[in-house]
């Protein structure tokens, strides 16, 4: 059998077990707060679908997962092994206990569940899923195949199959997700080899993204594997290889969190970093405004999030192995431009030097206490965004030789920064303001706080200011999103207390480039530390450090990346 393969394990009540490209996955979470007992075939195409019950007919099973090589044992030395053998299909083999493979969806109707048959051109069991609409083909290479239930039943029906071996022998099988037909399956690798491939395709990429990995960055494998395991080949909607937030419940590419992936992948794999970038630009509409999310099926406009890519464009060309060509450089400087001129027209009011969200989820900080007076808000963050925006168009017109369209981005750079410091600065503090009636008000959310992210370009006072106040909403584990001591903290309130990778990333990032070091060094030492101790939760109880929500969120396998490269590279710099 399998030999043990080397790379973390993990656990797949946290992570599931998948691979580079594929658009499913094998876990127990079927939804957020759904788990089940069993493992499960998921798929994110069409949204996330459970579509196979995968069962072991063996007492006291323990599963183990590697990223090339998930397995069932049991105490008598029975066990089932399933590896990937490309995106579409994994494959399985067992000695021991018999594998039961049923739909997850027990009920058929016109128009939901799974069709379940044996084809008669083939000899394989196919499963045809409304949800995900895509079929599911089981082909048994070795072994038997017994207690068919359900073939061609509609309604309420157990259907599946069971795979077992023949008297002390070994069995094998084959899952593939398809569309409508392919030729017959043919085994035409080895079990084992298919577990080294995949085994070979992981290191390579960890090699890849984390070349400094080392003992003193413990988690930085498994954040690539987080990485890696969530990344989908182009279909539907998503127009270039993306890394989703997650395989589990949050299978999207918002367009913010995208940015936080492309700099973690930028100096190892900058194909892939690229194609995060731009993805969300390819759905950009006719007033420039970029999209909510992306998804498989569904493209959402209903909010945009903030402006901080002109902030990862310039970090991200930093970080890139080699530049920019011209022609990439063209498209980034027409699609920045246009998301920024969205900013300043369709988000300005008449005579107003700075733009306003029209909710929180316009700010990617859904429910922070900045919008509990009103939701429709002027706020220094977008401000400050813009401003690093702006300027990074004048270092991108300045490179195609457009110098008059760089002088403009610069003035208008100055002028959005100088609005902000005159309309939101208090000397100690930035306030919020009302689009509508010009009110202002302050919060204890560190929202207020991410002017920070100017770094070089804030006034040495306002950035001590910020300094002082970022470190008051510092825990042992890292930066509380709303101060601890406040009346509307809550440990699960999610903008509104949990720590979050985003914030970190990029108040770390502007207490560095504004010269407050040790703070900056602290909030990096933190965030590591919770990540390899709590992994990388969608976000964290800042006063406990317990990951809450999704466990497996790529933003912050990304935030530790970078936090954990640039913490190395210092160290030996």
Known sequence: MTAAPTGPAF???????????????????????????????????????????????????????????????????????????????????????????????????????????????????????????????????SGVVRDVSGSQALGGAERGLVVAAEAGGTWEAAVEELDTARRPYVSSVPFDEVVAGAEQAFAAFADAVAPWRSPRTPAAELAAYVLWSATVEPAGLVTRPAVLMSKHWMDKVWSWDHCFNALALAPGAPALAWDQFMLPFDHQDESGALPDSVTHSEVLHNFVKPPIHGWTLAHLRRRRPEPLPRTELTTAYDRLRRWTDFWLTARRAPDAALPHYQHGNDSGWDNATTFDPERVVVSADLAAFLALQLRELAALATELGLPSEASDWTRIAEETQAAMLDELWTGDRFVARSAHSGETWTSASLLDLMPIALGEHLPESVAKSLATRIES?????????????????????????????????????????????RLADEIGARFRALCETHGFAENFDALTG????????????????????????????
């Open 546 to 573: 317990t990951g809450l929500r999704d466990r497996a969120y790529t933003w912050t396998a990304a935030a530790y990346l970078l936090l954990a490269e640039a913490h190395e590279l210092r160290r030996i710099g």
């Open 11 to 141: 656990s797949l009540h946290d992570i599931p077990f998948s691979t580079h490209g594929s658009w499913f996955g094998i876990s127990p979470v079927l939804g957020e707060g759904e788990r089940a007992d069993d493992l499960h075939l998921v798929s994110h195409q069409n949204g996330m679908h459970a579509v196979l019950r995968l069962v072991p007919l063996a007492a006291g099973t323990r599963i183990t997962a590697t990223p090339s090589l998930l397995s069932w044992t049991t105490p008598a030395d029975g066990r089932i092994d399933l590896a990937y053998e490309s995106p579409g299909t994994v494959r399985l083999r067992g000695t021991g206990p018999a594998l039961r493979i049923t739909a997850a969806a027990h009920t058929l109707t016109p128009f939901t569940g799974t069709y379940f048959f044996h084809d008669p051109a083939d000899g394989s069991y196919v499963f045809t899923s409304y949800e995900t609409g895509r079929r599911y083909r089981v082909t048994v290479l």
């Open 473 to 517: 909403h510092l825990t042992p584990y890292g930066l509380a999103t709303e101060l601890p001591t406040s009346p509307h903290y809550r440990a699960d309130g999610y903008w509104r207390g949990p720590i979050w990778a985003p914030a970190t990333v990029l108040v770390e990032d502007g207490l560095r480039r504004s010269g407050h070091h």
